[in-house]
């Protein structure tokens, strides 16, 4: 037979040597020499909790079929971080695997006029995967900083630079774009607007050019509750209702045209606008769940997310597709809302809210989707931050880090290998709070150096313990200061947070 019909038997041949590299592949995932490298599409959505995704949550009062099916078809991690319980500095550490306290950020957030935070020589994710032939997008909220133009007005004759408040739009030339952005830190495509929603320049820059250049004053919104954003310069056909469905359709289109690119894989950093403030669910979000306009915005979010996995499913390319699905830190669900709303727990049971070191501050949903390697339908406690991103991708891509690069990040590949691994992703983790509080957690404890939450919830009382200890494990919702009670646990827990802070790194080398 084979010298009857040669080209016959070659074929079966290869049929055969597919069919088993896709079984070893399937079975064990990047097995040497087999698994091609993935896509990585990770998605962060803004100020969204724990408790607001249905499937983490079985009393949300949302119901989000999209992330539903997402954790069911992955692994959904129950004990995940952001870096900061504020955005600015998470999306600092996301993309640099280090923890932004150790840049020129100490507390607080960036404006949307505000310099560029990440450091000129700083090693990035999108620089880790360009170095691995990945084509490398970011599409979506940026606030990071930009390098706005200057206006010639402030320069003087011999064009040295005058003493002039740079983070005032009067000083910059906002119709032609910004000088250093996301495109001179290793993203070959930027699509993104430069900080939060509510926070002006109201503007699209593609590749740090403006998709509209003409500039009009916008005029701000400060009720309802939620429905707010700040006076400032925009683009005059800027529509903030329009933005969330804009970045799901920009990133749709990314993907297509990187999945007709066959020479190399792609990296999609997609940080959505939402459900961050203003609350603009569209008409066909708008009561649909039980906890008002923010959630239906969540449900919206949720349908774009959708809207991203449906093209990768269409496309026929979801099996080798790595998809991370995470918050940039807890809800804002104030008080007042959880009044009108009180079957509703954005932040699910952990105390607290966005920009507080209590867990409801940090703790973010965390789906990791990779049909290839991880298993369907597993949940684990783990405790991974999201300056872990770096590390990771660096295991899955064969790269190695050097010291210069994610100090502060840690591989969570074997989790994904094989979610039963009980061994430790990281030893322990810093936490940081909105007005800059540290907090430290290393197995079931969790040290905070101050009172109250370091945030907006709670100063704390003068008589209040100068610290803070919790056991996590059986007090997750952080009821009972310990700190009296255990001074040798405080003892090295502060020691041991002080010696990560002041050695610029906690991953070993």
């Given amino acids: 037979m084979f010298r009857t019909y040669p080209n016959l038997s070659y074929t079966l041949l290869m049929l055969l040597l597919a069919s088993s590299a896709l079984l070893i592949f399937r079975k064990n995932g990047l097995a040497e020499g087999i698994a091609p490298k993935p896509n990585v599409i990770y998605i962060l959505a803004d100020d969204l909790g724990s408790g607001d995704l ?16 997402l954790a069911s078809n992955g692994l959904a991690f129950t004990d995940a971080h952001s870096g900061s319980a504020v955005c600015t500095p998470t999306r600092y550490g996301i993309l640099t695997g280090r923890y932004a306290f150790r840049s020129r950020l100490k507390k607080g957030v960036l404006g949307g006029y505000s310099s560029m935070l990440i450091e000129k020589d700083r090693w990035t994710v999108a620089d880790l995967m360009k170095k691995a032939g990945y084509r490398t997008g970011v599409i979506g909220k940026w606030h990071l900083g930009l390098d706005w133009v200057k206006a010639d007005a402030a320069k003087d004759v011999n064009h040295a630079e005058l003493d002039i408040d740079w983070t005032k739009s009067e ?81 749709k289109n990314f993907i297509v045209s990187a999945a007709g690119n066959h020479s190399k894989p792609f990296f999609l950093y997609l940080p959505l606008s939402a459900p961050h403030t203003p609350w603009l669910p569209s008409e066909a979000h708008k009561g649909r769940t039980k906890a008002g306009i923010y959630g239906d915005f969540v449900h919206h979010t949720d349908a774009v997310v959708g809207a991203v996995m449906h093209t990768l499913d269409s496309l026929g390319i979801s099996e080798n597709t790595l998809v991370i699905f995470t918050s940039d830190n807890g809800a804002d669900w104030k008080p007042g809302d959880k009044e009108i709303y009180p079957a509703h727990q954005a932040n699910y049971i952990y105390r607290g809210e966005k920009s507080d070191i209590w867990e409801g501050g940090h703790r973010v949903p965390f789906i990791v989707r990779w049909p290839a390697v991880v298993k369907e339908g597993s949940k684990v406690n783990q405790t991974i931050c999201l300056t872990d991103l770096m590390a990771t991708l660096a295991s899955v891509t064969g790269q190695k880090l050097d010291r210069n690069a994610g100090q502060d990040s840690f591989s969570f590949l074997p989790v994904l290998r094989n979610a039963s691994d009980t061994t430790p992703v990281r030893p322990s983790i810093i936490h940081h709070s909105i007005d800059g ?19 907006w919830s709670s100063k704390g009382q003068a008589s209040d313990p100068e610290g803070q200890l919790y056991d996590i494990y059986n007090d997750p919702q952080e009821t009972s200061n310990l700190f009296a009670k255990q001074p040798e646990i405080v003892k090295e827990l502060k020691a041991l947070l002080e010696k990560q802070k002041s050695q610029g790194y906690t991953r070993p080398f």
């Fill in 171 to 251: 000083n910059l030339a906002l119709e032609k774009g910004i000088t250093v952005g996301p495109n001179d830190l290793g993203f070959d495509y930027s699509y993104i607007i430069p900080a939060s929603l509510d926070i002006p320049p109201y503007i699209y820059l593609k590749n740090g050019k403006p998709i509209d250049p003409r500039m009009t004053d916008i005029t701000g919104n400060k009720t309802p509750r939620g429905v707010f954003w700040r006076d400032g310069k925009g683009s005059q056909s800027f529509d903030l209702k329009k933005t969330l469905d804009i970045f799901g359709q920009e990133a």
């Fill in 437 to 455: 509080m540290f907090a430290i957690r290393r197995g079931k404890w969790k040290f905070i150096d101050g009172k109250g939450s370091g945030g």
């Fill in 54 to 69: 249905s499937c983490l949550n079985p009393d949300s009062q949302i119901h989000t079929p999209n992330l539903d099916k």
